[in-house]
T-cell receptor
């Protein structure tokens, strides 16, 4: 079975500072992908970043980077230079490529950026 | 435009009155899934489908039905809705080995 854990129900960060949102996962699938999604107050789900389990380098997309530590089974999202528009719910998710190929989501972290 | 379309966006109904939330995608995706989102519980999967006529239970399937008769459509059926099914529902789709899950805009359901 696959499981995603996000231990931070809520986080605060000052505008222009960096913030790390934690995500740990559990899977028996040797090949998998890790994802982060953002959900602003308007409700839509926005794909942010993807990391494959065999990727050698950590994924980056603009101000978003994924700190992937395979041995620790962690896939933390780092947002640099936070902006007020980053205030949202953030979901970590994974997909196993060999067993079922289902998407599994964590409970989410609510990030609030303070001016 | 590539998209996942859910209807309706908002629905208020009464206990026991059967309803269907439709979901359609125009990207020829094999994988489709339904989630419900409740405060503090994140996104919980109801059902998913890897292809036509192939559906599997997610974490919270009780009280829901789905069907996948065509590749593009994946309706969610509540045969006898109850107040504990009041929630925000999302449909999503992906290629079989895709690295992105495309979401619909959500359906906010209230059962009184």
């Amino acid at each position: 079975a696959q499981k995603i854990t996000q231990t931070q129900p809520g986080m605060f960060v000052q505008e222009k500072e960096a913030v790390t949102l934690d995500c740990t996962y559990d899977t028996s699938d040797p090949s998998y992908g890790l994802f982060w999604y953002k959900q602003p107050s308007s409700g839509e789900m926005i794909f942010l970043i993807y990391q494959g389990s065999y990727d050698q380098q950590n994924a980056t997309e603009g101000r978003y980077s994924l700190n992937f530590q395979k041995a620790r089974k962690s896939a933390n999202l780092v947002i640099s230079a936070s902006q007020l528009g980053d205030s949202a719910m953030y979901f970590c998710a994974m997909r196993g490529w060999n067993y079922g190929q289902n998407f599994v989501f964590g409970p989410g972290t609510r990030l609030s950026v303070l001016p | 435009e590539a998209q996942v379309t859910q209807n309706p966006r908002y629905l208020i109904t009464v206990t026991g009155k059967k309803l269907t939330v439709t979901c359609s995608q125009n990207m020829n995706h094999e994988y489709m899934s339904w989630y419900r989102q409740d405060p503090g519980l994140g996104l919980r999967q109801i059902y998913y489908s890897m292809n036509v006529e192939v559906t599997d239970k997610g974490d919270v399937p009780e009280g829901y039905k789905v069907s996948r008769k065509e590749k593009r459509n994946f309706p969610l059926i509540l045969e006898s809705p109850s107040p504990n099914q009041t929630s925000l529902y999302f449909c999503a789709s992906s290629l079989r080995e895709g690295v992105a899950l495309h979401f619909g805009n959500g359906t906010r359901l209230t059962v009184t």
